[in-house]
């Protein structure tokens, strides 16, 4: 390697973004966007002025305008009642808050797991089935009883929403336990061959090695964890009865779906976007933790 | 420190090591022993071995039969006693660890506290010539850079033996040669014994003071070449009819491993 070469790794700083950078992003961000709002808008004008009723039928309550959707953010959905972008906003708080806790929970339950089955095979063995299986059953057909058997035991600060944060739970352990057991497992032999020169405990060997090696692998469980725990507290809102979510107002905009049918989709924008902002938190977090080649990066 | 140095650091008897898959005897009838301050190196074609041989003293593969002693101490207890530092053909090092923690891990492990580990990464830094470095990650380093950090961390905790499983294999030839010559002033100032994987001829007879050469399968020691060549050795030293000769005698052994080589062959070659 050149003098100059050396020079120049000798000044690199980690992770370093250029101003640049983040702007050509936001700025592709932006231009997708458009993009597909102007695609949708297309779709709905050639679809309507050639009379197409293949697939479905386009209209304005098939597909309402985009401006009218984000005009209703603007009125009230009710007579004396706030905006709807105001009531839609608390009512994301509620469900973030759901889910959360429900992201935290399952997150901490599905990296437990992982480090109890990646010390033993037999129990790998054992009980990765019944942890895929768990998946297999409809989440839908599982709220209801998660709100029957936990609700009860619950204290009343966390009466109905904390049954909730379980059934968000539920969807997030799975990807997490998976992966954090495939991430420990990543560990290079060759470092494992290193701890044991060094008669590294069980316990040494899994915070420093096989843990640090597993966080690529947590992260990207991480992320897909988080939006399913968006859709997992969402879902669990629906059998709870919960009005104070946006599973609640998407159970009640769906009754009023063929007369204000702008309604239920500003609601969906509204859950997309929490979807979206624990994606970034997890991807911010990762950026903050995760110390690596960029190209192992998973 | 040691009040009573054993005579040997490794003495290795009687050593077979079969591997039951496959049923391949990877080593028959080892005999060896090393002196205090020795650099020897093992060298052979790939598959006799050599890196099986480094991993027995290392206990990181158990002998089918025969006993390993380093420092008067099963491998075991050499083991459990960190008696050793090793280097990988790759650098092994944690990739989320700046090569200042990356050289602390193993003084981590022995409970130093923060300041002796600082002091100690400081001196290993200068020893390896990387000082500047201290803050970056293994990815923003060279592969000679990452494997000098990886001789580092071996010699973090100033271990009597350090064992090298072809450290610098994966490099080119010109990194090579300027990390055996760092190598060398590194051990002709700390004066550890060095065992020594690699299949270099040249690199073996540079380095070494004593190079064990091995036939393979089952893997066997074909004969022990002493080098002679006067210390301290350097660039020009590789220049020297001596060298030649060495290698050339290192070079007729490892010829010769495929036919059936009696003892005494073997040590007239040795001579």
């Known amino acids: 390697m050149s003098q100059a070469a050396t020079a120049a790794l000798a000044q690199r700083r980690p992770l370093h973004v250029p101003v640049a950078a983040a702007l050509r992003r936001a700025a592709a961000v932006v231009i997708v966007l458009a993009a597909l709002v102007g695609l949708y808008e297309l779709y709905r ?47 994301s708080l509620f469900t973030a808050k759901e889910a959360a806790v429900g992201f935290g929970l399952g997150a901490v339950i599905g990296f ?78 060759r470092a494992l061959d290193l701890m044991r020169t060094y008669a590294a405990s069980r316990w040494t060997v899994l915070w420093k090695l096989r843990v640090p090696s597993s966080m690529p692998f947590v992260f990207s469980a991480l992320r897909v964890a988080a939006t399913a725990s968006v859709v997992g507290a969402i879902i669990g809102e629906l059998p709870s009865g919960l009005q104070s979510g946006l599973g609640g107002a998407i159970l009640n905009f769906n009754q009023y779906y063929s007369i204000e049918p702008q309604e239920l989709w500003a609601t969906n924008i509204v859950a997309a976007l ?10 911010a977090a990762e950026k903050a933790v995760v110390r690596r080649a960029p190209e192992n990066v998973a | ?63 089918t039969q025969g006993t390993v002693t380093v420092n008067g101490k099963t491998a075991r207890q050499a083991r459990a006693g960190r008696d050793y530092g090793i280097v990988f053909q790759d650098a092994v090092l944690f990739d989320w660890r700046t090569v200042t923690k990356n050289i602390a891990l193993p003084l ?48 973090a905790f100033e271990p009597a033996l350090l064992l090298m499983d072809e450290p610098f294999g994966a490099l080119d030839e010109m990194t090579r040669e300027r990390l055996n010559l760092e190598l060398l002033s590194i051990w002709e100032k700390l004066g550890s014994t060095v065992v020594f994987v690699t299949h270099s001829i040249s690199e073996a007879v540079f380095l070494s003071t004593r190079v064990v050469v091995m036939s393979p399968r089952p893997g066997r020691i074909a ?23 060495l290698v050339t005698q290192v070079r007729e052994l490892l010829r010769l491993r495929g036919e059936h080589l009696l003892p005494e062959e073997a040590a007239a070659l040795s001579e």
């Open chain 1, 112 to 189: 437990a797991i992982g480090i109890v089955l990646v010390h033993s095979r037999l129990l790998t063995r054992g009980f990765l089935p019944y942890i895929v299986a768990s998946q297999t059953i409809p989440i839908l057909a599982i709220a209801p009883m998660v709100v029957v058997w936990v609700n009860p035991k619950l204290p009343a600060s966390l009466q109905g929403w904390g049954s909730v944060a379980v059934i968000a739970a539920y969807l997030t352990f799975f990807p997490v336990a998976i992966n954090t057991l495939r991430g420990l497992q990543s560990a290079d032999p």
């Open chain 2, 108 to 155: 981590e492990l022995l409970g130093w506290d923060r300041a002796k580990r600082r002091r100690r990464v400081e001196e290993m830094l200068e020893l390896v010539e990387l000082t500047g470095f201290a803050d970056h990650h293994p990815w923003q380093l060279s592969g000679g850079m990452q494997q000098r950090v990886s001789i580092a961390r071996a010699l």
């Open chain 2, 223 to 245: 004969g022990i070449v002493d080098i002679d060549l006067p210390h301290p050795r350097g660039v020009e030293t590789r220049e020297e009819p001596r060298f030649f000769e």
């Open chain 1, 45 to 91: 004008w050639i679809w309507s002025s050639a009379g197409w009723t293949h697939p479905f039928v386009v209209d304005d309550t098939s597909m309402p305008h985009v401006w009218v959707i984000l005009h209703a953010l603007w009125q009230p959905a009710q007579v004396n009642q706030p905006a709807l972008g105001t009531i839609l906003f608390h009512k």
């Open chain 1, 274 to 283: 929490v979807g979206i902002v624990f994606f970034v938190v997890v991807v």
């Open chain 2, 1 to 63: 420190m040691s009040q009573q140095q054993p005579e040997h650091v490794v003495e290795i008897a009687n050593l077979t090591k079969t591997f039951p898959r496959g049923n391949i005897t990877a080593l028959e009838n080892i005999d060896l022993n090393l002196r205090p301050g020795e650099f020897v190196s093992l060298i052979g074609p790939s598959g006799c071995g050599k890196s099986t041989l480094l991993r027995v003293i290392g206990d990181l593969v158990e002998p």
